[in-house]
């Protein structure tokens, strides 16, 4: 029986850990946490007029994991040479064709 301590105890201790007991449904997993940043970013960056391939990548809008995939991909699913420009340095895509891929 050492090896039990009393559930006040046990309650001083959580407190003291800055823990809590909760209900699974109360929870959220750090998985859950990053899908919702990954969605918040998504909903942000979907508002702007143009997006850079990094901004693309960051957010996975496409599933690409390199801007040389990106650059073959979004030429290969039917992005015009107009939706494409350098904007100052940056080689950005017209985010409603991004949308537009999206969609399909």
């Not at 559930?7 to 859950?32: C, N, P, W």
């Not at 990094?54 to 040479?81: F, R």
């Amino acid at each position: 029986m050492d090896n039990l301590i009393s559930a006040s105890e046990f309650i001083k201790h959580l407190k003291s850990e800055g823990m809590v007991i909760a209900k699974r449904e109360l929870v959220r997993t750090d998985s859950e946490v990053e899908l919702q940043k990954t969605r918040d970013l998504q909903s942000a960056l979907l508002r702007r007029k143009w997006l850079s391939y990094n901004d693309i990548l960051k957010s996975k809008l496409l599933p690409y994991t390199s801007i040389t995939g990106l650059k073959y991909g979004i030429v290969k699913m039917g992005v015009k040479p107009d939706e494409i420009a350098a904007i100052h340095g940056v080689q950005k895509v017209l985010t409603s064709a991004v949308k537009r891929i999206i969609s399909e």
